[in-house]
């Protein structure tokens, strides 16, 4: 983090020569440096000054070749006017400024305009600024996008932390909550889209004005443009009008009447749930290319990334993601556009409040009633993937910048965070829970809030003090494990209790156990052979033991489980007692509930994953299970573990003491799975769900194919020589064919690709292009987009940088990512001073993993020696390739012989 400190101190000692001797200075201008960030402590000062304030555009879109030109008029109230007063401007040009009917020397330093105090005055004040800037081309601020299939050009807004002071010159924090009136100059065949409908569209010569009237008081982050000649369809969500839009050449790809359904059914669902109308006049959604993240609440023109598109047939879990995130930007218009965050470190509320939303409303509203199974899988798991990382962190922190904000931009942020609000509805109860939210949506409707405000309300609610349980919960990192003890006698339960602890390697630094309220589960086969839940019963976990008298003289069951549906954030150690019974009864396939099954699943494979024991058992257990289970969520669950398995194998081999026998087993797995998966996808599967089960398997079959035999299968289905039953292969799985090829260094992977390109030139083609030859095994191919990454940057759009990224180094090619690695370690402070976050997160995360080699992980551990120098960001992607690179390594050295 840029230290504000030594800015300032930098600057005093230079007082004389940087700014004019011996006249006292303005302590404000001091504080602020020439930065692209605005740091807490100014926004808190400049909130105590400004107020009632709104903005008046005025925007040309076409004029300009490569930039955008308008004027905007500033009405606010200021108390104090004896110090200047900054309005955020980043990289534009600033032409004129009016202050109060006065025209005022231009201050401008390429961050902030500087507003002199003899130009203000106390109260009302009124300035108008013109100014141009340049559209940008990595996704954020007013994103310019060219189709490389029909030339079409469309733009797109994406204001999220800090760049809406790139669309004009304002007042850029969440809590200087503002109306805006917009005009716009654009194109004859575009339309234009806002947070407000048009009320008038007036051709103007060569052009077209677009008229948009005043907004309610909205913060700077979700005010919004979109333009260009985007495909739109329109509906009705009962009195709302809704509307989709997408570029032209993608648009045949669009679920137009999945896309609404999901609409509606939210909108219809929040309002309930909230008991609060809609907030705003319409709901418009817009997929937009290069999109930095998944989706942004924008009020009322959210913007969705491409990715929410299938070029071909997707699977039900395409469907139910895309749900879920319609539905999470759509719950982010009550929380977090309504009400609003004070400061940055509120993001995790915001987020993991709308994540946690989704899934209720997917649960609720939607066919995806097998919801919670998939919240465990990736909220619950990811979360605490996350929290046992390195870089995991307490849920609240400070951001004392808007340049520190992907520090909570993560997983702790999105998914601990949604996983611990579920678990403290389960803990005051669901309905309290909604209650409570509902009372602080009202209280606080068009304001501002901070974390005690929330966490008021749903005390007042509950009739609880939640001080501790907040302490516990959102101020210390760190995930506890729960493990039931359970003795009986004469066929009855005589004791049980749930154990809590902390994880051994994290006892020192996260020591804290945790209240929560889980639900205990107890098993036993019933008189169908089947596994089911014969007791549960709430308990409070509270401290390292927690007695359960209830359980007491009930039947000694099979098996216990303290986290049955997962309304607990916690992870599960199995007692030895409910192991054993496990594996004498066969009881993986006899367990009904899916969701308890894949929990089990999850306890196996953990087990297996990075400690001293065999994991040829767990392996032999997945692939026996390929055919037979007919859960999709478990299939993905457990197939994607054998993938990582795989590829950890593959890694390891070399960092083996007897490598040969890491690689036979590998070979061994590999031939079983590939002939087993493929047998499933030849013979068809007789399900409900043919097509997404078939696109499930078919995309796992991808990325385990690595012998001659099934890459060969893999171009016979790319030529049509061989056809799945059923299956048709469409332009994102081709190419997902060719990566593959590309990263196994496949000979006819080149000539594929190039084919490839001609056959497909739409832009998910030209990515897909970029990352199969980034992809090959080839230094010098390699060496070229590094260099495109290191110091062309600028001349590519960053889509094409990250897709770059996102592929150099696939398993399998350590050694070329040796001989480079000097090389991007060397250029890592450099970037971290020049780039922003988004490259930083590819850059740290994507360049530096899959390393298993000692000399590897000195190269890593010297990457990030100098923590200072290289940033919070890169120090906290590379320093999570660090721990998996040592976790690799521990791996390789235990690995047994078969
Ligand atoms: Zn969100």
Redesign the pocket.
Known sequence: MQSYFLILLSCSLVLTSCSEPNQPQPIAKLLRPAQDQLSQAEATARKARVSQISYVLDIDLVTLPDSYQGAVAIEFELSGADAPLEVDFTGGLVTSVLANGESVPVDYNGFFITLPPTALRTGGNSVTIDYQHPFDHDGTGLHRFVDPEDGNTYLYTYLWPYYANRLFPNFDQPNLKAMYEMTVRAATDWQVVSAMREDRVTPDGESTLWHFPQTPLLSTYIFSLHAGPYQIWEDQAGEIPIRLLARQSLASYVAVEEWFNYTKAGLAHFSEYFDIPYPFLKYDQVIVPDFLIG???NVAAVTFSENFVDRGAGTQFTSQRRANTIL??M??MWF?NLVTKDWWNGLWL??SF??LMASIAVAESTEFTDQWHDFYLTENLTAIGADTAVSTHPIEMPVNSTSDFFMVFDSIT?DKGASVLNQMSHFIGQENFRLGVSSYLKEHSWGNTELADFIHSLSVQSQLDLTSWAQDWLYSAGVNTLEARVSCDGGVVNSLSILQTVPQMAAAQYPTLRDQRVQLGLFAENATGAIDAFATIPVIVSGAETPVPEAIGLDCPGLVYPNYQAWGYSEVNLDESSIDYLIDNNGLEKIQDPLLRSMIWTALIEGAGLNEFDDNALVDLIISAMGQEQNDRIIRQTQAALIDHLNLLERAATASPRPSEVLSRLDRFTQLAEAKLWDILMTGVNSTQTQSRLNLQMGNYIALARSDAALANLISLLDGAVTVPGLSVQPDLRWRIILRLAARGHESALGLLAAEQQRDSSDAGRLSAIAAEAALPALATKQQWVEHILHNADSLPFSHLRAAMGALFPTGQEELQLQILPQLTAASSALAAERDAYFLQAYGSDLFSGICSETGLQQLSAAIADRDSIGPTLYKFISENVQAAGNCLTYAAYTQPQ
């Open positions: 989706a942004m609440e999470h930007e719950a982010h977090g915001n987020e709308a994540t999105y």
